[in-house]
C-alpha cells in the first residue's frame, strides 16, 4: 500500500508544532491557574514516534481553538488576575469565552549519527497571534459579615509572540513498530502580565515529558499513535500560584487509502493529577480534566528531488470538561522535509 520510506520522512513536526500551542494559548481558554496549562490539545499526532530522515525540518501551522466556561473557570481567572485577594464564600454565575488565532514557524534538526541506538530530533518553535476572552459574571456572596452582590463583564485581546519552547525526542524502530521518548520546556520571554485576562505566555516555566507508541503498516497502510505525557509546573512568581502536576493523553488512527492519501480520526484525554498550590492559589486543588475527539485527513507529495511536503488538517470536539473551559479546536500543518534516498534515486 505505502512505501515505508516514502511515509518515515513525511511528519518531523506532528509532535512538535503543538508544544507552541501550550504556550501561547489564552489564560482564559484551559485549566491551570485560572485557565491555561503547558499542554495544548492535540500536541502529537498520526506518525508521532515513526523514524525521520535526517537533517533539517520547517512546519508552519495555523491554530484556531474557540472555547467556552462557566462560573469555576471564570471565577480562578479572576484569582488570578489580582481582583480577588481575600477568602469568602459566595455564588458565581459566569459565562467566559476565549478564541485564539495563532501563526507557528518551527524548525527541527534530525542528527544522522544514532544517540543511545536510537535518533535524536532537537526543534523550537517561533509563535505569533491573537488571543482574545470574554467573562460576565454575577458574584454573590460574604466578606465576614457583609453581604454583597456584584454583576460586571470585562474583556480583553493580546497580539504578539509567544514564549519560547524548547523540544527534544529520541526514536526507535522495530519493523512496523516505533518506540519515542520526549522532553520539552517553556521559556517564559512573551509579554505577559498578570491582571490581563488574555496572554500570550503563561508566565512561568514548566517542564515535560513522556513516551509514544506508532504502528505503522505500510503494506495494509493501517497507523495508529499514541503519546503519553505529564507536566510540570513552576510557580508563577507573578501570582504566587503554582499549577499541579498535570497527564495527557493523545492519539490517532488512519489509514493510508494511497500512498499520499491518508484519512483517520484524533483524539486527546487530559487529567490534572495533583492540585493547584501557593501562596496565591485561593479556587482549592482546582483539579481539571477535558476529553476531545475529530477527523483528519492528510496528504504526502513530493517537492523536487530532496524533499518533501505534507499537509494536514485535524480537528477536535471537546466534552467531560471539569474546571476547564471546552468547545473545539483546528490545526492545519504544512510541513517541509527532506525526502527518503529511494526518491531521491527516482527523481521524486
Do not use: C
Not at 524548547?166 to 524502530?173: A, C, I, K, S
Request: glycine share 12%; aromatic share 12%; proline share 4%.
Amino acid at each position: 500500500m505505502i512505501d515505508r520510506a516514502y511515509v518515515r520522512q513525511s511528519i518531523p513536526v506532528m509532535g512538535i508544532f503543538a508544544l507552541s500551542l501550550i504556550l501561547s494559548a489564552p489564560n482564559a481558554a484551559h485549566a491551570d491557574e485560572g485557565g491555561v496549562s503547558f499542554w495544548v490539545p492535540g500536541f502529537f499526532g498520526s506518525l508521532a514516534a515513526a523514524p525521520l530522515q535526517p537533517g533539517w525540518s520547517v512546519a508552519t501551522i495555523y491554530y484556531h481553538t474557540s472555547v467556552d466556561a462557566g462560573g469555576d473557570v471564570a471565577f480562578a481567572r479572576q484569582v488570578t488576575r489580582g481582583n480577588l485577594r481575600t477568602n469568602f464564600t459566595g455564588n458565581l454565575s459566569a459565562v467566559l469565552d476565549a478564541d485564539v488565532h495563532l501563526g507557528f514557524v518551527s524548525p527541527s534538526y534530525t542528527l544522522a549519527s544514532p544517540v543511545l541506538g536510537g535518533q535524536l530530533t532537537v526543534a523550537t518553535l517561533v509563535a505569533y497571534g491573537r488571543s482574545r476572552g470574554e467573562v460576565d459574571t454575577t458574584l454573590t456572596g460574604a466578606l465576614g459579615p457583609i453581604g454583597f452582590t456584584v454583576s460586571g463583564a470585562s474583556s480583553d485581546q493580546v497580539t504578539g509572540w509567544a514564549d519560547l519552547p524548547l523540544f527534544v525526542n529520541l526514536r526507535w524502530n522495530s519493523g512496523v513498530h516505533n518506540y519515542m521518548v520526549y522532553g520539552a520546556g517553556n521559556i517564559p520571554i512573551a509579554n505577559y502580565e498578570a491582571r490581563r485576562l488574555a496572554n500570550l505566555g503563561i508566565g512561568h516555566s514548566a517542564l515535560d515529558s513522556g513516551f509514544g507508541y506508532t504502528y505503522l503498516n505500510p503494506k495494509t497502510g493501517d497507523e495508529f499513535s499514541a503519546v503519553l505525557g505529564f507536566t510540570y509546573n513552576l510557580e508563577n512568581q507573578k501570582t504566587d500560584y503554582q499549577n499541579g502536576i498535570d497527564m495527557h493523553l493523545d492519539w490517532a488512527a488512519s489509514k493510508f487509502l494511497t500512498k499520499q492519501l491518508q484519512l483517520g480520526v484524533v483524539g486527546y484525554a487530559y487529567q490534572q493529577l495533583t492540585g493547584d498550590s501557593g501562596s496565591g492559589n485561593r479556587v482549592g486543588s482546582f483539579e481539571s480534566r477535558v476529553f476531545g475527539v475529530g477527523p483528519q485527513v492528510g496528504y504526502l507529495f513530493p517537492l523536487g528531488k530532496d524533499h518533501q511536503g505534507y499537509v494536514n488538517l485535524k480537528a477536535y470536539w471537546e466534552f467531560e470538561a471539569e474546571h476547564r473551559a471546552e468547545g473545539w479546536n483546528t490545526w492545519l500543518t504544512f510541513s517541509i522535509s527532506p525526502a527518503a534516498p529511494t526518491q531521491r534515486r527516482s527523481g521524486g
